[in-house]
């Protein structure tokens, strides 16, 4: 996608969100000021577009889950800007913090994907939901995704007041490795690397935004399913999960830990749903294939894994969740 801004110097909708490439502290040279930091918030990626004190949220694609998150509301009453006309679209994670303060992406499964409104009003109290704001992409009207990065964090802090569920992380300028420290004495997910001088790229992966993980992770599609053993040989036991590429669906493995028996409930009205006679991957062998139960490949979830291996599998994944704002099209192997 080349632009995201029309002829009127609005931006289109939905709006394509800007993507970080995966890196690590070899691939940034801090030493001439050129780099910000920003910590890394476990939870999903959410435009926020404010339009005459209402406030809508979309996904990474393009999803409306404005219904899902009624608590964020409350953003539109912490503009800066009150009474001047014009949207503003602002980029960010939305977090469901646990009891340490700390996002908690597994907690935030409770809120993802709820559409019935007596659903999401019981999850708003037991699970609510912050907003942590890193970029401003439109401010009052005026289109700042051209601006650099730099200059659009200015405009951003003049334009969001800070409060309840409402957060705009601070940016490190200078020292990566004390970045990645604080981020990992906090507990968090890592540390974004981005370019100051660098300008809004919409809808495409950039190595102007490097993100650096403590812990390897890995968004799969679900292809299939095989039985469990004892209590759980009724139910499922694992799921076989591929990441796609030029020839299809590429088998990456299976993964059968990181499950409670609530979750394996859901999973298994969820993919009962899904049945289909074929596998949906191009090489899964076939001692994983021998018992499967095979599914339309739809859904993502994510993983956290020791490593690749050499035979392109993931070593020692566990289960993480489901990523309900993300497409199987949108799926790409990382690291």
Do not use: C
């Not at 995704?145 to 569920?165: C, K």
């Not at 200078?174 to 660098?198: F, I, M, T, W």
Request: no cysteine.
């Amino acid at each position: 996608m080349a632009s995201n801004i029309g002829s009127n110097e609005r931006l289109a909708r939905p709006v394509a969100p800007m993507l970080a490439t995966l890196g690590s502290v070899a691939d940034i040279d801090d030493s001439d000021d050129s780099w910000s930091f920003e910590m890394k918030w476990d939870g999903i990626r959410a435009i926020a577009t404010v339009t005459d004190g209402r406030v809508t949220i979309a996904t990474r694609n393009g999803n409306d889950v404005t219904a899902t998150y009624p608590d964020l509301q409350v953003l539109a009453a912490q503009l800066l800007t009150e009474g001047v006309s014009g949207d503003t679209v602002l980029d960010g994670e939305i977090v469901a913090l646990g009891r340490a303060g700390r996002p908690d992406f597994g907690r935030l499964q409770g809120r993802m994907g709820l559409t019935r409104p007596r659903d999401v009003t019981s999850a708003v109290t037991a699970i609510p939901v912050d907003y942590m704001i890193f970029d401003i992409l439109e401010a009052s009207g005026r289109v700042v995704a051209t601006e650099p990065y730099s200059h659009r964090r200015a405009t951003l802090h003049d334009t969001v007041r800070e409060g309840g569920r409402i957060h705009v992380p601070p940016a490190f300028d200078g020292d990566l490795d004390a970045a990645v420290e604080s981020s990992r004495e906090l507990g968090l997910e890592g540390v974004v690397a981005k370019k100051r001088d660098s300008t809004y790229a919409f809808g495409r992966r950039s190595r102007a935004w490097i993100k650096i993980k403590h812990h390897k992770t890995q968004e799969v599609v679900i292809g299939g399913w095989r039985p469990g053993n004892g209590r759980r040989a009724e139910t499922v036991g694992s799921l076989l999960m591929g990441v796609p590429d030029a020839q299809g669906l590429h088998y990456v493995g299976r993964v059968g830990t990181g499950f409670n028996d609530r979750d394996l409930d859901a999973i298994f009205s969820r993919l009962s749903r899904l049945r289909r006679e074929t596998t949906p991957f191009v090489d899964v062998p076939a001692v994983d294939a021998r018992d499967a139960h095979w599914v339309t490949p739809s859904l993502v979830g994510e993983v956290e894994f020791a490593e690749w291996t050499t035979t392109e599998r993931l070593r020692q994944p566990t289960w993480r969740g489901w990523r309900t704002d993300k497409a199987a099209t949108d799926v790409v192997r990382e690291g």
